[in-house]
């Protein structure tokens, strides 16, 4: 594609250049050659009308004009097809005179000498701008049909080819499974490919087949297309990657085309791997449009079809494609010989969120302090594209700060921010609404620390962000893959802990939880419809798991009667209340640490783990505020330390460069010796006061002792070691003693010399 591109940036410069030289040789064409040349003698025979031009013709000419132009002179005979104001440059006979000849000539039509003759000094011929012009315009019409003609031709070559494929890469891929965590299973399975790619003697002589086609089935995020980046990396052949809804445009037939040219050139670059991503945009169920039909969707998927497993072999190409809605493919795209596999790229659990943090966090300065195990649990949820983005988050939120690493507070704000945006700290709140929104989000905080079943509280927070007034993050011990009834009643319960402090304290409700409503509502709903834990209704589902694919399911229906229906509305009241009642009792039989945890909130406006265990340990305010405050006061003491030290070091390496720069200057001749050791003794000075830095606290001591050494006697000081030494028994005396003992010799010694 560059080697086109640079063809046609070339061929537009040569016409140009082309161009641009034939109109300035304009400007240097003698047009006055194109008449016959005669000489001065025959001038007065033209003008006397007895020049004959030979012997074959006889016949005597007469000049009717006669025009001098420099030292030229441009005659028209009379009868001649030119008129006499057109350009002497096409007169019928031209000759070269001197200014005495021209003088005569001139007198003698003027005496009337020659009565029938006209003369002209310097005649009204055309410019040149009446060449150029013309000029001007074929070359304006070239250019517009060569612009029409790229146009037409498009941007990758000939006029036809948008039938071609557009392949993204062919490079080999740099990703290595190393480079991937939480994925051990996946990896595993595509390992048989890779070996299949880098050694296929070894399976054929068993007969097996390596699969054709492997289909990667996940949410969004989860790392698709990374590994299958990681199956190029590895098996080091190229990567073909395209999407889906490349194949698919405007004109019929393209899209087939496309599927074919794709596979042209994956034969040629064999072995490789060609992937398709968002196979779903192309490889949709047939037949399942409204209009039904033969669309070009359908055209280009059965060209996919017949391409993958027809009759034309495809060995060494293996195709693998990533989508997340499996369930709406064509049953013939994924059927064993064309896609022989599937594999289902799960959420990553908590093992593999660690891995995936450790990975992305190699490369950014991470605080000693950071636990890795914890962000893994808080990360419930997350998706490799979500860590990641999380991190980065992080990343910029400690820069903003100013911070030399990246602490546990900037990780959690950047979980906080994925999943529910930025703080909106300037938004105007009043005094009431903060107070309303302390004591929300301490009863829900109160209720998840004494159910059972709750997940732990990570962080509390009344900064209101994104439609949130405040928030309430959890952290769960373990990916629970199931949920059990008293979890999942506990969890409503705590939900609801919010509304029930509103109406404890202020004895009044507002809308603040909507939310909270709604996803209580939710979890009771889906234990009566779909996970059987109705006592009345029992091991029955009534709802449907299946996602509704509109071209194939037009219409949904309840499977079950009005009176079936009645019932289950009924089981969700009886558990909202249940547990509503049960989430009342618990916030009233604790109303005093609901108190105290809305007093730390309304000072602190965050507050995490430690601290919530703080309060209900029975700790006041007062206390929790101030070891918050020793904690801040430590970490940015911390942070200045570890901030001044990379300032030394950055410092030190400046120097560095700015020596290295200096030896070249000096070779080059631009600055002198003098000049660059001035540089060389300053950059000695400043790291010899860091290294009296490092040692001051040594030195200190040493001057101490061998002041104590001057004011007292060497020998008497020594008398009185002895003596300690033989009253005191303990281990430790002992120990300290000799310590001392050895100090003031070493120190007797640097006296000594100095």
Same mark, same amino acid.
């Given at each position: 594609?560059?080697?086109?591109?640079?063809?046609?940036?070339?061929?537009?410069?040569?016409?140009?250049?082309?161009?641009?030289?034939?109109?300035?040789?304009?400007?240097?064409?003698?047009?006055?050659?194109?008449?016959?040349?005669?000489?001065?003698?025959?001038?007065?025979?033209?003008?006397?009308? %007895?020049?004959?031009?030979?012997?074959?013709?006889?016949?005597?000419?007469?000049?009717?004009?006669?025009?001098?132009?420099?030292?030229?002179?441009?005659?028209?005979?009379?009868?001649?097809?030119?008129?006499?104001?057109?350009?002497?440059?096409?007169?019928?006979?031209?000759?070269?005179?001197?200014?005495?000849?021209?003088?005569?000539?001139?007198?003698?039509?003027?005496?009337?000498?020659?009565?029938?003759?006209?003369?002209?000094?310097?005649?009204?011929?055309?410019?040149?701008?009446?060449?150029?012009?013309?000029?001007?315009?074929?070359?304006?019409?070239?250019?517009?049909?060569?612009?029409?003609?790229?146009?037409?031709?498009?941007?990758?070559?000939?006029?036809?080819?948008?039938?071609?494929?557009?392949?993204?890469?062919?490079?080999?891929?740099?990703?290595?499974?190393?480079? !991937?965590?939480?994925?051990?299973?996946?990896?595993?399975?595509?390992?048989?490919?890779?070996?299949?790619?880098?050694?296929?003697?070894?399976?054929?002589?068993?007969?097996?087949?390596?699969?054709?086609?492997?289909?990667?089935?996940?949410?969004?995020?989860?790392?698709?297309?990374?590994?299958?980046?990681?199956?190029?990396?590895?098996?080091?052949?190229?990567?073909?990657?395209?999407?889906?809804?490349?194949?698919?445009?405007?004109?019929?037939?393209?899209?087939?085309?496309?599927?074919?040219?794709?596979?042209?050139?994956?034969?040629?670059?064999?072995?490789?791997?060609?992937?398709?991503?968002?196979?779903?945009?192309?490889?949709?169920?047939?037949?399942?449009?409204?209009?039904?039909?033969?669309?070009?969707?359908?055209?280009?998927? =059965?060209?996919?079809?017949?391409?993958?497993?027809?009759?034309?072999?495809?060995?060494?190409?293996?195709?693998?494609?990533?989508?997340?809605?499996?369930?709406?493919?064509?049953?013939?795209?994924?059927?064993?010989?064309?896609?022989?596999?599937?594999?289902?790229?799960?959420?990553?659990?908590?093992?593999?969120?660690?891995?995936?943090?450790?990975?992305?966090?190699?490369?950014?300065?991470?605080?000693?302090?950071?636990?890795?195990?914890?962000?893994?649990?808080?990360?419930?949820?997350?998706?490799?594209?979500?860590?990641?983005?999380?991190?980065?988050?992080?990343?910029?939120?400690?820069?903003?700060?100013?911070?030399?690493?990246?602490?546990?507070?900037?990780?959690?704000?950047?979980?906080?921010?994925?999943?529910?945006?930025?703080?909106?700290?300037?938004?105007?709140?009043?005094?009431?609404?903060?107070?309303?929104?302390?004591?929300?989000?301490?009863?829900?905080?109160?209720?998840?620390?004494?159910?059972?079943?709750?997940?732990?509280?990570?962080?509390?927070? !009344?900064?209101?962000?994104?439609?949130?007034?405040?928030?309430?993050?959890?952290?769960?011990?373990?990916?629970?893959? %199931?949920?059990?009834?008293?979890?999942?009643?506990?969890?409503?319960?705590?939900?609801?802990?919010?509304?029930?402090?509103?109406?404890?304290?202020?004895?009044?409700?507002?809308?603040?939880?909507?939310?909270?409503?709604?996803?209580?509502?939710?979890?009771?709903?889906?234990?009566?419809?779909?996970?059987?834990?109705?006592?009345?209704?029992?091991?029955?589902?009534?709802?449907?798991?299946?996602?509704?694919?509109?071209?194939?399911?037009?219409?949904?229906?309840?499977?079950?009667?009005?009176?079936?229906?009645?019932?289950?509305?009924?089981?969700?009241?009886?558990?909202?209340?249940?547990?509503?009642?049960?989430?009342?009792?618990?916030?009233?039989?604790?109303?005093?640490?609901?108190?105290?945890?809305?007093?730390?909130?309304?000072?602190?406006?965050?507050?995490?783990?430690?601290?919530?265990?703080?309060?209900?340990?029975?700790?006041?305010?007062?206390?929790?505020?101030?070891?918050?405050?020793?904690?801040?006061?430590?970490?940015?003491?911390?942070?200045?330390?570890?901030?001044?030290?990379?300032?030394?070091?950055?410092?030190?390496?400046?120097?560095?460069?700015?020596?290295?720069?200096?030896?070249?200057?000096?070779?080059?001749?631009?600055?002198?010796?003098?000049?660059?050791?001035?540089?060389?003794?300053?950059?000695?000075?400043?790291?010899?006061?860091? =290294?009296?830095?490092?040692?001051?606290?040594?030195?200190?001591?040493?001057?101490?002792?061998?002041?104590?050494?001057?004011?007292?006697?060497?020998?008497?000081?020594?008398?009185?070691?002895?003596?300690? %030494?033989?009253?005191?028994?303990?281990?430790?005396?002992?120990?300290?003693?000799?310590?001392?003992?050895?100090?003031?010799?070493?120190?007797?010694?640097?006296?000594?010399?100095?």
């Amino acid at each position: 594609m560059n080697e086109k591109k640079q063809g046609g940036f070339k061929l537009s410069y040569v016409i140009v250049i082309l161009v641009v030289l034939l109109l300035f040789a304009l400007l240097f064409v003698d047009f006055g050659d194109n008449g016959r040349r005669i000489d001065q003698s025959d001038v007065k025979d033209l003008l006397n009308g %007895t020049y004959t031009i030979s012997e074959e013709e006889p016949t005597p000419l007469k000049a009717t004009f006669v025009y001098f132009k420099n030292s030229v002179g441009y005659i028209i005979v009379e009868g001649s097809r030119y008129q006499s104001n057109q350009m002497p440059t096409y007169s019928d006979f031209y000759f070269n005179c001197d200014s005495s000849f021209m003088n005569s000539i001139r007198e003698a039509i003027e005496n009337g000498e020659y009565t029938d003759v006209g003369f002209d000094w310097a005649p009204a011929g055309m410019s040149f701008w009446d060449i150029l012009v013309p000029v001007l315009y074929i070359v304006f019409a070239i250019f517009i049909f060569w612009m029409l003609y790229r146009m037409v031709r498009g941007a990758n070559g000939n006029a036809m080819n948008f039938g071609k494929t557009k392949v993204k890469s062919y490079a080999l891929s740099k990703v290595k499974f190393s480079d !991937i965590a939480g994925m051990d299973e996946e990896k595993a399975e595509l390992q048989e490919i890779v070996e299949f790619l880098r050694n296929p003697k070894k399976f054929t002589d068993l007969g097996a087949r390596i699969p054709k086609g492997v289909l990667l089935v996940g949410q969004p995020g989860t790392g698709k297309t990374l590994l299958a980046r990681a199956v190029a990396g590895e098996s080091k052949v190229p990567f073909i990657s395209i999407s889906g809804s490349d194949f698919v445009e405007m004109f019929v037939g393209v899209g087939a085309s496309r599927v074919r040219d794709l596979f042209d050139q994956a034969k040629k670059n064999k072995p490789c791997i060609v992937f398709i991503d968002e196979i779903d945009a192309v490889g949709r169920q047939r037949g399942a449009g409204l209009g039904g039909g033969n669309d070009e969707r359908e055209q280009t998927l =059965n060209q996919l079809l017949v391409e993958m497993d027809g009759f034309e072999p495809n060995e060494g190409i293996i195709v693998l494609a990533a989508t997340n809605r499996s369930d709406v493919l064509d049953p013939a795209l994924t059927r064993p010989g064309r896609f022989d596999r599937q594999i289902y790229v799960h959420v990553p659990d908590v093992k593999g969120r660690e891995g995936i943090l450790r990975i992305h966090a190699r490369n950014k300065p991470i605080d000693e302090n950071v636990d890795f195990s914890v962000l893994a649990r808080i990360t419930a949820g997350f998706t490799g594209a979500d860590i990641e983005n999380m991190l980065n988050e992080a990343a910029i939120l400690a820069a903003r700060a100013g911070r030399p690493k990246i602490i546990m507070e900037d990780i959690t704000e950047g979980i906080n921010k994925v999943i529910m945006g930025p703080q909106k700290k300037s938004r105007v709140l009043t005094e009431q609404e903060r107070k309303l929104t302390a004591y929300h989000e301490s009863g829900h905080t109160i209720l998840a620390k004494k159910l059972k079943y709750c997940d732990d509280v990570q962080e509390v927070s !009344i900064i209101p962000r994104g439609s949130a007034g405040g928030y309430t993050m959890s952290r769960p011990a373990t990916d629970d893959m %199931t949920m059990s009834y008293n979890k999942a009643n506990d969890t409503i319960a705590m939900s609801m802990g919010g509304r029930i402090a509103e109406e404890l304290i202020f004895k009044d409700i507002t809308s603040g939880a909507s939310s909270d409503i709604q996803h209580a509502t939710k979890i009771a709903k889906a234990m009566v419809y779909d996970w059987g834990m109705s006592k009345k209704i029992g091991f029955l589902s009534l709802g449907d798991s299946t996602q509704v694919f509109i071209g194939r399911d037009y219409q949904t229906k309840n499977d079950f009667s009005e009176k079936l229906a009645g019932i289950a509305d009924e089981e969700i009241m009886t558990i909202l209340n249940n547990n509503y009642k049960r989430a009342k009792q618990v916030l009233s039989e604790n109303i005093d640490i609901l108190h105290e945890m809305a007093k730390l909130l309304l000072a602190r406006e965050t507050i995490y783990k430690e601290e919530v265990d703080m309060v209900l340990s029975g700790k006041k305010t007062e206390e929790i505020v101030k070891i918050m405050d020793e904690k801040e006061k430590k970490q940015k003491e911390k942070e200045a330390k570890i901030k001044a030290e990379k300032d030394k070091q950055d410092k030190l390496a400046s120097y560095r460069k700015k020596i290295a720069e200096g030896e070249k200057l000096v070779k080059m001749g631009i600055i002198t010796e003098a000049e660059l050791d001035n540089l060389k003794q300053d950059y000695v000075k400043f790291e010899q006061s860091l =290294n009296q830095e490092s040692e001051q606290p040594k030195v200190e001591t040493k001057t101490k002792t061998v002041t104590a050494k001057v004011e007292q006697p060497v020998e008497k000081k020594t008398k009185t070691i002895r003596k300690t %030494t033989k009253k005191t028994e303990g281990g430790n005396a002992k120990t300290e003693t000799k310590t001392e003992k050895t100090e003031t010799k070493k120190n007797d010694n640097k006296n000594e010399e100095g």
